[in-house]
């Protein structure tokens, strides 16, 4: 007899204001669906409103919200997400009306990222994040953990003990923020004791292809699966091509909308980032929004301090990239859609100041060239560091 958990039904919802756009919104819940997949939810509608400005009670207005309510009623749904932050009194608004559950997409990724810990380091930097988020959401959340309920955003602290003063949160959190330290301090000692070998970082938007293209790389076994966030512990293996040995590091994929106390939790685990003497910057090049999913990685890296490191960019994917050939008869201006591969390398090749590799991972298509610039770019940090060095390949 199978234990598996029925997945939940949800609703996703999205709203359209001065600041993002409907084509932004549709490709956002694109997203969301994505991540609630990931999660374990069935998505089984979107919801979409249009608004200058977010209502401050409900979010959506209530004439939208009285629209959901009827059909979440109606189809017995368990889940309503919500793909921007709501505050406390947002939520409980909203979940008085639907009579559901609502979780919006900061607590989602939370959900997800506690089910994907694996290290002690990772579960220590949920955590935290966790209790972050529900801090000033104390008096609606422990609603749910009164009654002891599972499923989505329901894992985590706080499960086995009702924890209703503000005071003991923040205990819990100076605890949670000394373990972390302790923690970060052996991070610290083993990063160390890797000496001055160069240190190479794959960085990029989750669901890139990184930890394929990590055991393309380093002949490992890095865990990769179709999901959002398959990887959140940094993976760091020894290289040596050529007799130089070099550091490659896998990193936790970023995401549009990345929760800031996840950020600031797992700034430790992205160390590796920060310390990192080159970055592999994968993109996946068949995705409709790529271009926007580099400006989040750019702006990610900017935040970490990391953003003027030497940059590889690698295009993946580029097996599954497709277009529409555009009619020579058609005059309308051109757009993502009608751009051929050929043209689109060339394109970025011009705009990059930098190098850059067209892959395909699953594919093993142009590795060899990407372990070449690879290469390139270690010998010339190394050479630089061991200027006494006389061994070069080939002599």
């Known amino acids: 007899m199978s234990t598996r958990q029925k997945p939940e039904s949800a609703v996703l919802i999205g709203l359209i204001t001065s600041g993002q ?27 979409l409103q249009k608004l200058e400005h977010p209502d401050p009670r409900t979010f959506i207005g209530s004439g939208k919200l009285n629209e959901i309510a009827g059909w979440i009623s109606e189809n017995k749904i368990d889940l309503a997400i919500f793909d921007d932050e709501l505050s406390g009194s947002q939520i409980r608004n909203i979940e008085k009306a639907f009579g559901c559950r609502v979780v919006d997409r900061t607590h989602l990724i939370l959900d997800i990222f506690a089910r994907r810990a694996r290290t002690a380091q990772a579960k220590v930097q949920v955590e935290l994040a966790q209790y972050r988020y529900l801090l000033p959401r104390l008096t609606r959340m422990w609603t749910h953990l009164e009654k002891q309920r599972g499923g989505i955003g329901m894992r985590g602290p706080g499960e086995t003990e009702i924890e209703t003063d503000r005071r003991v949160i923040r205990e819990k959190l100076s605890r949670l923020k000394s373990k972390l330290k302790d923690i970060e301090k052996q991070s610290i000692t083993r990063r160390k004791s890797r000496g001055d070998m160069v240190r190479v970082a794959l960085v990029g ?25 398959a990887t959140l512990d940094t993976t760091v293996r020894k290289l040596v091509y050529e007799n130089i040995p070099f550091l490659l590091s896998d990193t936790v994929g970023f995401i549009r909308k990345l929760p800031h106390d996840l950020i600031e939790s ?109 290469l390139e770019a270690v010998k010339s940090i190394h050479f630089r560091r061991y200027p006494n060095l006389l061994y070069r390949a080939g002599e």
């Open 266 to 374: 797992f700034k430790s685990t992205l160390d590796e980032v920060r310390d990192a003497d080159i970055l592999i910057h994968v993109v996946d090049i068949s995705h409709p929004g790529f271009e926007d999913q580099i400006r989040v990685v750019k702006e990610t890296l900017a935040e970490l301090g990391a953003a003027d490191k030497p940059t590889i960019m690698v295009f993946n994917k580029m097996d599954a990239y497709n277009y529409i050939e555009k009619d020579p008869e058609d005059l309308t201006p051109r757009t993502s859609d009608n751009i051929s591969l050929e043209e689109l390398k060339k394109t970025w090749l011009a705009r990059i100041q930098g190098d850059a590799v067209f892959i395909s991972a699953t594919q093993r298509k142009n590795i060899d060239e990407l372990r070449s610039t690879m």
């Open 205 to 229: 938007y989750t669901n890139v292809g990184k930890s394929t293209l990590m055991n393309l790389l380093s002949k490992s076994d890095v865990f990769a699966e179709n999901k959002l966030f």
């Open 21 to 47: 756009d409907e084509r932004q919104v549709k490709e956002y819940l694109d997203e969301l669906a994505f991540l609630a997949d990931t999660a374990g939810a069935n998505s089984r509608k979107r919801f």
